[in-house]
């Protein structure tokens, strides 16, 4: 029987549509524009170090992480600066963002591009750190979360294991598939150096049971390594959260509000593992990433690597363009990715993939039914919440009493909507209320 | 027989009697002593528990007052100034004469200002839709029209036109409570005097879009696009631009309207104020230009630019280059 986590969840069809199709690397126009926002990440944006007019090479920094929870933007096609202004990007929102016109192949002098896997790792704990920092790389499963501060194990922990999270339990995405496939060498490698980056000697890779070529490809890589071992997990959504991976791989439980690392597990998307051997191995900082384009009505499913900052409609348009019956345009999975509002925006480093829904699968309805009390929810719940009770807290705005429900707790998975008979927006108002309750608690109110 | 209820009433008796005595100590020694003139400025108190005030609701603004020595921060917004002369009355303090505010929406993008580009189809809720994204116009300021203001309005002065898909206050009612000001996630209400006269004239930008001129015109027509003609206009100094968006001083303007004339959006809103005299030589013009581009604007939508016709001149590589 494989090791899945314990509580909730559910098995939405996975329609991986894209997992047999390579990764498509998109030729690079001359004159395209390419827009890059500062704030690619959790945490403070980025300063913007470079002026407009200004020439620069692939790799250039091109805005500086500005604080610990921050991290750096490298320009990702060399060409001219042409704007530094507000553009819409896929948070919904106008924030600021260098634009660079292509006009050139310039790359900066220290970015080995050759093919060549190097194997040897050359650098202590620290210099990794320093260099993964340099290289702006943040978590690719879709959080965004700098991944120096990842390693950077705080006093009074220890980190014993290191999780590498291949599960991609997001419906329609292949991305992470398609990279442990035709990246897996490189992969290896990356999880060695993070394994020396944080003193472990265990390093687990999980990986879903519906993608077995890449569990067999992989184990079959790490058969000589006796410190890295592949573990095939069930098929349940969302095994990719990361307490839930920890919870069916180590079978142990991270304590409420605390990081994983307080039971000594560190885990990082594959994603991010390959930009680390990138980004130490090669000192290529992270300027692309694998991105999923897909729909059920696409012409052409594919998984492109595309250079941060290329607009979204370039990929879609590589893939058979916008089919006649689209209806909503997700960036990300369908469980837990986020409608854009604007088809002019570009990938970033956040965006696993680009989801067109057809019109009559898009709309939700604009009434929903009364709550039937069916604990459909209570039973799905990974967190184990209650959340047909906290979408009736969040209606009638009791934070606090949501507060003490442990409105917290919850990983916005969406299962509980995703089972609603009543078709009832139970992450909506759990969103809601957690909004509130932050500020509350920003205001020490709570 | 007769013992068995004899007994009976005087267990009783004798329990009531040491139950009494224990209350009665308790009553002496747990005594807390409570200004006797607090429940009397309660009881003159409009009990609405808004906040208005700034204090948590009627008794903990009472015994601000008890407390008090002298009234210049504390007024009770609903009550106004005759509510303040009783209290001020049972606290043997002056009052000090406020100015009646009232809540204004600074946006006036109505749906007919604002095309749509998108369509929000979640949980309708302000502050939820607005940490998703900015609208389902172009302008990311604006109102979003869900109304979470008229839910959070204690006094029934706000409701949703269905026209415009605005909220409008009710001057009558509204208490300049805040509860709207505190709510609305694109911070468009702001408490402003109500305004001198008998009809109570008052002049405010209505646009919160700190847009350059460009990006706010093409998503509202009405919006503040910083051109600074108002300030120029202005002789009381009055209003500020920044970060391309006007603001006016409420303590410094004098209703004068001249800016209201020169606004080239009019974005700048003249509330009560009979109608115009003189006719600006630019709004017949302007106007004219206004209808073309809202006929213009009625056609674009998201999805039209979707199914634009894509170029696919590309060919699919797959070689890393």
Redesign the interface.
């Known amino acids: 029987m494989l090791k899945t986590f314990p509580k909730g969840g559910v098995h939405p069809a996975d329609n991986k549509l894209s997992a047999n199709v390579p990764i498509v690397y998109p030729e690079m126009l001359d004159n395209e524009t390419y827009i890059i926002p500062v704030s690619q990440h959790l945490g403070k944006p980025a300063k913007v170090v470079v002026k407009r007019n200004d020439k620069v090479k692939v790799g250039t920094l091109i805005a500086e992480g500005d604080g610990f929870i921050s991290a750096n933007i490298h320009a990702s096609v060399s060409g001219t600066v042409t704007k530094i202004d507000h553009q819409m990007d896929s948070s919904g929102y106008r924030r600021m963002a260098v634009s660079i016109r292509k006009t050139n192949d310039d790359w900066e002098e220290d970015i080995d591009r050759s093919e060549e896997l190097v194997e040897e790792i050359n650098f202590t704990a620290k210099e990794i750190i320093e260099k993964v920092k340099k290289a702006g790389v943040v978590g690719l499963g879709g959080a965004t979360f700098p991944s120096y501060v990842k390693l950077m194990v705080p006093e009074g922990s220890k980190a014993e294991v290191l999780i590498v999270n291949g599960v991609e339990c997001e419906p329609y995405l292949t991305a992470d598939h398609r990279l442990m496939l035709e990246k897996g060498e490189e992969l290896i490698i990356g999880i060695r150096i993070l394994m020396k980056a944080l003193e472990v000697d265990r390093a687990i890779i999980g990986i879903e049971n519906n993608k077995e070529d890449a569990i067999e490809y992989l184990k079959d890589l790490c058969k000589n390594n006796t410190q890295i071992s592949v573990e095939g997990l069930q098929v349940k959504y969302p095994q990719g959260g990361e307490k839930q991976l920890i919870s069916a791989l180590l079978k142990k439980e991270v304590p409420s509000g605390k990081i994983p690392v307080s039971i000594g597990a560190v885990v990082h998307n594959v994603g991010t593992v390959y930009s680390v051997y990138e980004a130490v191995q090669k000192n290529r900082p992270l300027i692309d990433r694998v991105v999923t384009v897909t729909g059920d009505s696409l012409a052409h499913p594919a998984n492109y690597m595309a250079r941060i900052g290329i607009p979204l409609n370039r990929l879609v348009a590589l893939s058979g363009g916008f089919p006649e019956d689209t209806g909503k345009i997700i960036s990300g999975g369908p469980m837990m990715g986020k409608a854009l509002n604007s088809v002019d925006v570009p990938i970033t480093k956040g965006t696993s993939g680009i989801l067109l829904v057809a019109d009559k699968e898009a709309k939700r309805r604009a009434d929903y039914d009364a709550c039937i009390r069916c604990v459909a929810c209570v039973d799905v719940c990974p967190a184990g919440l209650e959340p047909y009770l906290l979408m009736t807290l969040g209606e009638k705005r009791l934070w606090e009493r949501a507060n003490d429900e442990d409105n917290m707790e919850c990983i916005e998975c969406g299962s509980c909507s995703y089972v609603c008979p009543s078709e009832r927006p139970l992450l909506d108002y759990i969103r809601l209320s957690k909004t509130n309750i932050l500020a509350l608690k920003k205001e020490q109110l709570i | 027989m007769t013992s068995i209820i004899l007994y009976t009433v005087i267990t009783a008796l004798s329990i009531g009697l040491f139950a009494a005595i224990i209350l009665y100590i308790a009553s002496v020694k747990f005594k807390v002593y409570e200004d006797p003139l607090i429940d009397e400025v309660e009881s003159v108190l409009p009990a609405t528990n808004c906040g208005g005030c700034g204090y948590p609701g009627c008794r903990p603004f009472a015994e601000a007052t008890t407390k008090a020595k002298d009234l210049a921060d504390l007024y009770c917004t609903v009550g106004g100034m005759e509510v303040m002369e009783e209290v001020a009355d049972i606290v043997g303090l002056t009052p000090v004469e406020h100015e009646k505010m009232i809540a204004v929406l600074r946006c006036s993008g109505s749906d007919q200002a604002r095309a749509k580009?998108?369509e929000y189809?979640?949980?309708l809720?302000c502050?939820?839709a607005a940490?998703?994204?900015?609208g389902e116009s172009g302008c990311?300021y604006g109102c979003l029209g869900m109304g979470e203001c008229v839910d959070?309005c204690d006094f029934n002065a706000l409701h949703m036109d269905e026209v415009t898909g605005l909220p409008v206050v009710n001057e009558h009612n509204c208490t300049a409570c805040n509860a709207c000001v505190e709510v609305c996630p694109k911070n468009l209400f702001e408490l402003r005097p109500l305004g001198p006269g008998k009809k109570h004239i008052r002049i405010y930008v209505a646009c919160m879009n700190e847009?350059k001129g460009g990006?706010a015109k093409k998503a509202c027509d009405v919006a503040c696009i910083g051109c600074n003609k108002c300030v120029k206009v202005c002789e009381d100094e009055a209003i500020v631009v920044e970060n391309f968006l006007a603001y006016i001083d409420f303590e410094k303007c004098t209703n004068c309207r001249k800016c209201v004339y020169e606004c080239p959006t009019d974005a700048i809103l003249d509330v009560n104020f009979p109608p115009r005299k003189a006719v600006n030589p630019n709004d017949a013009k302007r106007n004219a230009e206004k209808e073309a581009k809202k006929a213009a604007k009625d056609d674009i939508n998201?999805?039209d630019?979707?199914?634009e016709?894509?170029?696919?001149s590309?060919?699919?590589?797959?070689?890393?280059?």
Not at chain 2, 131 to 134: D, P, R
Not at chain 2, 309 to 312: I, R
């Open positions: 580009t998108t189809d979640g949980a809720n502050t939820l940490s998703t994204y900015s990311q959070v847009e990006v998201l999805m630019r979707v199914k016709p894509v170029k696919v590309e060919t699919i590589n797959t070689k890393k280059n």
